[in-house]
C-alpha cells in the first residue's frame, strides 16, 4: 500500500467533500496531513510554520474541491499545492535577493564539522538557508525538475541549478571528515 502523497483516494471520499461532508474532510486530513506536514516539515525547519502550512493547504483544498478534474491522482495535486505553499513561506521569510545566488551563500553560517552532525543529514539540512534546503528537498527527495522549481520559485532554470549545485557542495565539504578535508586540501 502506497504512503504520503502516493496514497489513491477514492471517488467516494472525494464526492463526499465535494458536497461538504465534514467526515469526508476529516478522512482526506487523515490520509495525507502527514504528508503535508513532512514535506513543509523538511523545507521549513520549524514545526509550527509546517503545521501553518498544513492548515492553509487544508483549508485552500477544500475550497477549491469541485475544481479538481483528476487529471492528475488526488495526492500529487495536494502535493503540488504543499510546495507551493511552502515556497510562498520561503519566499515570504527571504532577507536577500531573490536573483542573487551569491548572497544566499555568503549570508549562511559555517557548516560544523563535529562527527555528529556529519553523520545526521537532517542536521546538516537545517543549517543550509531555507531556499536551498527547499531546492535540495523539493529536487532530490520529491523529484521535482529545474524547470518545476524555476515555476515555484519564480526564477530561472540556472537559478535553480546553481542553488542545488551550492547546497549539495556545501553539504558534502561538511559531511566530509576533517582528515579528509585536509588531505584534499595537502594534495
Same mark, same amino acid.
Given at each position: 500500500?502506497?504512503?504520503?502523497?502516493?496514497?489513491?483516494?477514492?471517488?467516494?471520499?472525494?464526492?463526499?467533500?465535494?458536497?461538504?461532508?465534514?467526515?469526508?474532510?476529516?478522512?482526506?486530513?487523515?490520509?495525507?496531513?502527514?504528508?503535508?506536514?513532512? @514535506?513543509?516539515?523538511?523545507?521549513?525547519?520549524?514545526? !509550527?510554520? $509546517? =503545521? %501553518?502550512?498544513?492548515?492553509?493547504?487544508? *483549508?485552500? +483544498?477544500?475550497?477549491?474541491?469541485?475544481?479538481?478534474?483528476?487529471?492528475?491522482?488526488?495526492?500529487?495535486?495536494?502535493?503540488?499545492?504543499?510546495?507551493?505553499?511552502?515556497?510562498?513561506?520561503?519566499?515570504?521569510?527571504?532577507?536577500?535577493?531573490?536573483?542573487?545566488?551569491?548572497? @544566499?551563500?555568503?549570508?549562511?553560517?559555517?557548516?560544523? !564539522?563535529? $562527527? =555528529? %552532525?556529519?553523520?545526521?543529514?537532517?542536521? *546538516?539540512? +537545517?543549517?543550509?538557508?531555507?531556499?536551498?534546503?527547499?531546492?535540495?528537498?523539493?529536487?532530490?527527495?520529491?523529484?521535482?525538475?529545474?524547470?518545476?522549481?524555476?515555476?515555484?520559485?519564480?526564477?530561472?532554470?540556472?537559478?535553480?541549478?546553481?542553488?542545488?549545485?551550492?547546497?549539495?557542495?556545501?553539504?558534502?565539504?561538511?559531511?566530509?571528515? !576533517?582528515?579528509?578535508?585536509?588531505?584534499?586540501?595537502?594534495?
Amino acid at each position: 500500500m502506497s504512503s504520503g502523497f502516493g496514497q489513491p483516494l477514492d471517488r467516494v471520499t472525494l464526492e463526499r467533500a465535494r458536497r461538504g461532508e465534514m467526515a469526508a474532510y476529516a478522512a482526506i486530513y487523515e490520509r495525507f496531513g502527514g504528508a503535508c506536514y513532512n @514535506l513543509a516539515l523538511r523545507v521549513l525547519g520549524e514545526p !509550527a510554520a $509546517a =503545521e %501553518d502550512i498544513v492548515q492553509e493547504v487544508f *483549508l485552500k +483544498m477544500f475550497g477549491s474541491l469541485r475544481g479538481f478534474r483528476g487529471d492528475a491522482p488526488f495526492g500529487a495535486w495536494l502535493k503540488r499545492m504543499t510546495a507551493n505553499a511552502t515556497i510562498d513561506a520561503v519566499r515570504a521569510g527571504q532577507r536577500f535577493r531573490e536573483d542573487d545566488p551569491d548572497a @544566499l551563500f555568503e549570508s549562511m553560517p559555517a557548516l560544523a !564539522a563535529d $562527527a =555528529e %552532525d556529519r553523520a545526521d543529514a537532517w542536521s *546538516l539540512l +537545517m543549517r543550509l538557508p531555507q531556499r536551498a534546503r527547499a531546492v535540495v528537498i523539493l529536487h532530490e527527495v520529491e523529484g521535482y525538475t529545474h524547470k518545476e522549481l524555476a515555476e515555484l520559485f519564480g526564477q530561472t532554470e540556472s537559478y535553480s541549478k546553481s542553488i542545488l549545485a551550492r547546497a549539495l557542495k556545501r553539504l558534502n565539504d561538511a559531511a566530509q571528515p !576533517a582528515s579528509s578535508k585536509e588531505a584534499v586540501r595537502d594534495a
